[in-house]
């Protein structure tokens, strides 16, 4: 098996990133995270990267002004100077291009505190207890240039408790994150995501458990 050559684009902590690198540690995953490319020169995560024994790339977005393609062209560079081949977003706070995201056809992918389509944009947990939702979670998807719209890979959903705070709610949707970006990774890593007519098909077997977070998995 050869594995997929993974970047992960990160502006914070890296919580999500922490995640996957986990993941990947097992030689049979089928991405290999190679890369860990930031915007911010502060963002926690590149220690967290580097203590991993992984290559860490910074893209300051703050040094190309307003210019917004000559930052993404920039960071394109570093990615195809690693040969990269698929590309996770994990907490990367900065809206992309249609040129970015052209360059990476179901190549990229995104995880979202919300299920989507609900709750868009910021401020999810916050959001969601106020619209009094029963309902909320995580969800990653193929990126497109319109923000939160790409088809979904994978959900995993919590409820909302009557007293539940912002901080509650957004500790439990983190640990559903935990478990659903690896999942979705394994599986376009794999070639095992398609898109048909907007939406993810999953193609083989997947597990009773799998199953659950996997809207376009057979039945």
Same mark, same amino acid.
């Given at each position: 098996? &050869?594995?997929?050559?993974?970047?992960?684009?990160?502006? +914070?902590?890296?919580?999500?990133?922490?995640?996957?690198?986990?993941?990947?540690?097992?030689?049979? *995953?089928?991405?290999?995270? =190679?890369?860990?490319?930031?915007?911010?020169?502060?963002? @926690?995560?590149?220690?967290?990267?580097?203590? !991993? @024994?992984?290559?860490?790339?910074?893209?300051?977005?703050?040094?190309? +002004?307003?210019?917004? /393609?000559a930052?993404?062209?920039a960071?394109?560079?570093?990615?195809?100077?690693?040969?990269?081949?698929?590309?996770?977003?994990?907490?990367?706070?900065?809206?992309?291009?249609?040129?970015?995201? !052209?360059q990476?056809?179901?190549?990229? =992918?995104?995880?979202?505190?919300?299920?989507?389509?609900?709750?868009? +944009? $910021?401020?999810?947990?916050?959001?969601?207890?106020?619209? @009094?939702?029963?309902?909320?979670?995580?969800?990653?998807?193929? =990126? &497109?240039? /319109?923000?939160?719209?790409?088809?979904?890979?994978?959900q995993?959903? &919590?409820?909302?408790?009557?007293?539940?705070? /912002?901080?509650?709610?957004?500790?439990?949707?983190?640990?559903i994150?935990h478990?659903? *970006?690896? $999942?979705? $990774?394994?599986? =376009?890593?794999?070639?095992?995501?398609?898109?048909?007519?907007?939406?993810?098909?999953?193609?083989?077997?997947?597990?009773?458990?799998?199953?659950?977070?996997?809207? +376009?998995?057979?039945?």
């Amino acid at each position: 098996m &050869v594995r997929k050559r993974t970047a992960i684009l990160i502006s +914070g902590r890296g919580s999500n990133m922490t995640a996957l690198i986990e993941a990947a540690r097992d030689p049979s *995953y089928p991405a290999e995270i =190679v890369l860990v490319v930031a915007n911010r020169p502060d963002a @926690g995560g590149l220690q967290r990267a580097a203590e !991993a @024994g992984l290559e860490t790339a910074i893209v300051d977005h703050k040094s190309f +002004g307003k210019d917004r /393609e000559a930052f993404e062209h920039a960071l394109q560079e570093v990615l195809q100077a690693h040969r990269i081949e698929i590309v996770c977003l994990a907490g990367f706070m900065r809206l992309l291009t249609a040129w970015f995201v !052209a360059q990476w056809p179901e190549r990229m =992918v995104n995880i979202h505190p919300a299920l989507l389509p609900d709750f868009k +944009g $910021l401020d999810t947990h916050r959001r969601a207890i106020e619209a @009094g939702a029963k309902e909320h979670g995580a969800t990653v998807h193929f =990126v &497109v240039p /319109e923000m939160d719209s790409g088809p979904v890979i994978a959900q995993g959903r &919590v409820p909302v408790f009557a007293d539940d705070t /912002e901080s509650a709610l957004a500790a439990r949707v983190l640990a559903i994150e935990h478990r659903i *970006y690896p $999942l979705a $990774l394994k599986l =376009v890593a794999s070639g095992r995501v398609r898109v048909e007519n907007g939406r993810c098909v999953i193609e083989g077997p997947v597990s009773n458990q799998e199953a659950a977070f996997l809207p +376009g998995a057979a039945q």
